[in-house]
C-alpha cells in the first residue's frame, strides 16, 4: 500500500518541485514503484521530468473536474518504476470548475485510493499557494513534505502553513502529519545558511530530516533538460543528497 507524501510550501522558490522531480526519481532508482502527481498549474514538475506538458490530452485537470477516468491520465514508466499524473497552466481554472462540486476537497483522494496497491509511494507537487488544489493534495495524503529554503525569511508564511496542516488534520484527514522538513539551497560558506537551519531546528517542533540539500549548479541546470538530477548528473552532489533524502523517507515508518 502507497504511502502518499504531499510536498507543500505556499511559499514560492523554495526547492519544492526540485524535491518532488528528485526525490521520486531517487525512490524508483532504489527499486521502489512511484506515482508522482503534478498538482501545480505551473507543470514544473511534469515539465522537469522530460513531459511535453502542453500537448496532453489528459491531465490532473480533467481528472478532478471528471473528464477522462485516471487510467487515463497516467503517464506509464517516464522513468524505470516511475509514472506520472501531469499537469499544465489547464489545472488554474479547476479552483473555479470545482466550486459547488459534492466532496470537491476529496476528488483526488478518491481517485488515488483506487490504486494505492499499485504503488509504495504516491508523491504530490502542491501548487505555492493555501488553495483547494492543496486541500485536495493534503486531504489524499498520509503525510506532508516541507522544504525550506536556506534564507532569511525560511519561517515567513511555515506557521501558516502548519496551522492549515492541522485544520485539514481536525476536519478532512486524521492520520495526516508533518513527514518532515528539509533544508534547500544549502551553502556551507554563508553564515545566514548555517544560522537558518539552527533557528529552525530551535523553533520547530517537527522531524527535520538529516540530509540537507546544497546550493548546486548541476541541480539547477537539470529541470531545463527535462531530467531529474540522477539522470543529469549522477555524482554530483545535489544526486547524492537527492539520494540520502530517498534513504531517510524510506527509513521513517508511518
Do not use: W
Not at 525512490?27 to 501545480?40: C, N, Q, R, S
Amino acid at each position: 500500500m502507497a504511502r502518499v507524501i504531499a510536498v507543500a510550501n505556499q511559499k514560492g522558490g523554495v526547492g519544492k518541485t526540485t524535491t518532488v522531480i528528485n526525490l521520486s526519481a531517487c525512490l524508483a532508482e532504489k527499486g521502489k514503484k512511484v506515482l508522482v502527481v503534478d498538482m501545480d498549474p505551473q507543470g514544473n514538475t511534469s515539465s522537469g521530468l522530460g513531459i511535453e506538458k502542453n500537448d496532453l490530452k489528459n491531465t490532473v485537470y480533467e481528472l478532478l473536474i471528471g473528464d477522462c477516468k485516471l487510467k487515463e491520465c497516467i503517464i506509464k514508466d517516464v522513468y524505470e518504476n516511475l509514472d506520472v499524473i501531469p499537469a499544465n497552466v489547464d489545472l488554474a481554472g479547476a479552483e473555479i470548475e470545482l466550486i459547488g462540486l459534492p466532496d470537491q476537497q476529496y476528488i483526488l483522494k478518491r481517485n488515488l485510493d483506487t490504486i494505492k496497491k499499485s504503488y509504495d509511494f504516491i508523491i504530490i507537487d502542491c501548487p505555492p499557494s493555501l488553495n483547494t488544489l492543496t486541500i485536495n493534495a493534503m486531504s489524499s495524503a498520509d503525510s506532508v513534505l516541507v522544504p525550506i529554503q536556506c534564507e532569511y525569511y525560511a519561517l515567513e508564511g511555515l506557521s501558516q502553513l502548519l496551522h492549515t496542516i492541522e485544520l485539514v488534520k481536525d476536519r478532512m484527514n486524521k492520520k495526516l502529519f508533518v513527514e518532515g522538513v528539509v533544508f534547500t539551497m544549502y551553502d556551507a560558506r554563508t553564515n545566514l545558511s548555517i544560522q537558518v537551519v539552527e533557528n529552525v531546528k530551535d523553533t520547530l517542533k517537527q522531524n527535520i530530516y538529516k540530509t540537507i540539500i546544497p546550493r548546486n549548479v548541476r541541480l539547477a541546470e537539470s529541470p531545463s533538460h527535462g531530467l531529474p538530477i540522477i539522470k543529469y548528473d549522477s555524482k554530483s552532489a545535489g544526486a547524492e543528497s537527492y539520494r540520502n533524502l530517498a534513504n531517510e523517507v524510506i527509513a521513517l515508518k508511518k
